[in-house]
């Protein structure tokens, strides 16, 4: 069998063309979408993931800026921060980078953030919402890989999508946004007895579990299509997934690469939920 590769990097490419000409369009009635990232202390890969936001906005012609603050920032300077962007009718979109620092409580900070600046999607209002089915900021990572799935045309409703992973940004979100689109879902994790007998029924295989290569050609049924969330750093300094790629090639329908598969997507669907959100207070 000869699987499709899911190029995220073309995908996103085509999106951010179409959102340049929505911009450009917005900007001639006057609204400017901007977003606002606020990035803490020095992470690496942090600050890569930040510039990566910064210059896909640029390139879409979305104005953006990053407040960096220093890991000593405390809980309430935070929040006294977030609070003045929900005030500025000029900031459409709010973004705080995570992991935050120890000191600082994460929900607190996802809790403090405007619903309606959560180009996110974390809040709980937001998450409620997408749980519910109605129209709101999607989380980035889950939003790229229905639209993956959805520009690919896979099939989704019946079929039996199984998430290797629960955390609330990718695996929980995922199998929602799944089973909005009437997949049959289930969820696996670290704890999960016997995971080949829920991998190997799977029809669409979301891997976001953060461990290189960990799916590997045993886990599938034949023709699955895979999607691969992880992004590991190997000891060459080059990035790989959660599959093994070229192990399971020759069994699957469709797969994502890494890199240039659900990363780019991450990002031009916070673009997307900018303009979102832009819109929404043009109304
Ligand atoms: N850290 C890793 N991924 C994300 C993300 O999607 N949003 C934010 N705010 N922080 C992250």
Do not use: W
């Not at 006057?30 to 993931?49: E, Q, R």
């Amino acid at each position: 069998m000869s699987a499709t590769i899911i190029n995220g990097k073309e995908l996103a490419h085509k999106l951010k063309a179409e959102m340049s000409k929505e911009v450009a369009q917005m900007k001639a009635n006057g609204i400017v979408p901007h977003l606002t990232v606020i990035l803490i202390g020095d992470n690496p890969a942090s600050k890569s993931y930040v510039n990566g936001k910064r210059k896909a906005s640029t390139e879409t012609g979305i104005s953006s800026e990053v407040i960096e603050l220093p890991v000593s920032t405390t809980e309430s300077e935070l929040l006294k921060q977030i609070d003045q962007l929900n005030n500025d009718e000029a900031v459409h979109g709010i973004l705080v980078q995570l992991p935050l620092p120890d000191h600082i409580d994460e929900q607190h900070i996802i809790e403090a953030i405007s619903p309606e600046k959560d180009v996110d999607g974390f809040h709980p209002v937001n998450i409620g919402r997408m749980m519910t089915g109605q129209d709101t900021f999607l989380p980035c990572t889950p939003f790229g890989i229905l639209t993956m799935l959805k520009s690919f045309d896979v099939e989704i409703e019946g079929k039996h999508a199984v998430i290797v992973g629960r955390s609330n940004i990718v695996g929980k979100p995922v199998g929602q946004l799944l089973l909005n689109e009437n997949a049959t879902v289930t969820y696996c994790h670290s704890r999960t007895e016997s995971l080949l007998d829920y991998t190997r029924s799977a029809d669409i295989l979301i891997a976001a579990i953060g461990k290189p290569h960990f799916i590997k050609a045993e886990h599938l049924k034949k023709g699955a299509v895979v999607i691969d969330v992880g992004i590991n750093r190997q000891e060459d300094g080059k990035l790989t997934g959660d599959v093994d790629f070229d192990g399971v090639l020759d069994k699957v329908s469709y797969i994502t690469p890494v890199p240039r598969g659900v990363g780019p997507m991450t990002i031009t669907m916070l673009l997307k939920n900018t303009i979102k959100a832009a819109k929404g207070l043009a109304e």
